[in-house]
């Protein structure tokens, strides 16, 4: 079993990084400039270090094992911060170039992906030799990435009591949202009247939170929520809101961009918890924020603010 890291071993994790990342052998072959016999010999190789099973290959296609899964996500995070190293080393050379890592909450809606791409081609536009590595985390992680040196920049809501090792840059846009139902719920009747009727308790229905949230957000004068389970994101939520047993929280552009197909409800007109959260661009106290990353968050606060217009 490995108990130290050696060179020949940071080559067949990126081996196995590649392949994972690729969901194959094949796909990886151009991206690793690698033949099939040769990648396949290296996880081999990699697997007898670590003493375990990394990944199944046969007729029934690439397909990684639990083991395999851990190793891939530890993997992604040494990379990610040897990557964020390299490229905090060479800023102090007054050299702009490697690669930076930029983080999305997960769930935020297509204008602004969009604004993000925009601010991305920007950056990289400015500085020549600049790669931008984007990956998305679930709300409830976005402060451990800020803090932890996965990455260099976060872009996210953020509700809670906000922490000294992180720095939040505003960008002058909010995430409004609502209480929502599906349509077969029995509070979707109440989608035309501005309050509830005396008689109708919104604790007497079973609600879903979600991880990370302010427990503020269910709370609405003398009303608060029932919540009886937790989802990790808002598409969860939404997912399990669509079964018809329970009520949610959700951003109004969730209901803008899906809301017809599905027949999202929002209860009592859309005037029950109502809530708004800031976004912002954010990064630990520990990142370096040089000539690129000031750049690039000058770039995304303007261009998501323009996509909000």
């Known amino acids: 079993m490995l108990n130290r890291l050696q060179e020949s071993d940071i080559k067949l994790l990126r081996v196995f990084y590649a392949v994972a990342s690729c969901n194959g052998f094949t796909a990886a072959e151009p991206v690793l400039r690698m033949q099939r016999p040769n990648i396949s ?19 029934g296609g690439f397909q990684m094992t639990k083991e395999g899964e851990v190793v891939f996500q530890e993997t992604k995070r040494i990379f990610n911060a040897f990557d964020n190293f390299v490229f905090n080393l060479k800023s102090l050379h007054d050299d702009y170039s490697g690669h930076i890592t930029l983080v999305l909450m997960a769930g935020l809606p297509l204008s602004i992906h969009l604004a993000v791409s925009r601010a991305v081609k920007s950056t990289m536009k400015k500085f020549d030799d600049i790669h931008v590595n984007i990956q998305t985390r679930l709300y409830n992680e976005v402060e451990h990435v800020a803090l932890s040196g996965e990455c260099h920049l976060v872009v996210s809501t953020y509700d809670m009591v906000k922490p000294e090792s992180v720095t939040f840059h505003t960008i002058g846009t909010s995430c409004n949202g609502r209480l929502y139902c599906a349509p077969s719920h029995p509070l979707a009747k109440y989608r035309d009247v501005d309050a509830l009727p005396d008689n109708v308790r919104i604790e007497d229905y079973p609600a879903i939170g979600i991880s990370g ?83 690039c968050i000058k770039e995304l606060g303007y261009f998501i603010t323009e996509s909000q217009k």
């Open 213 to 295: 949230l302010s427990s503020a957000n269910y709370i609405d004068g003398d009303s608060r929520l029932a919540i009886q389970t937790f989802s990790d994101s808002f598409d969860a939520a939404m997912s399990a809101m669509m079964t018809g047993e329970y009520v949610a929280l959700l951003p109004d552009y969730m209901a803008k961009e899906q809301g017809v197909a599905l027949g999202l409800v929002p209860i009592a007109n859309g005037n029950l918890f109502t809530f708004s959260h800031e976004l912002f661009v954010m990064n630990g106290k520990n990142t370096r924020l040089n000539p690129v990353l000031r750049y």
């Open 41 to 59: 010999a290296a996880i081999k190789k990699l697997e007898e270090r670590l003493d375990l099973v990394l990944c199944h290959r046969g007729r």
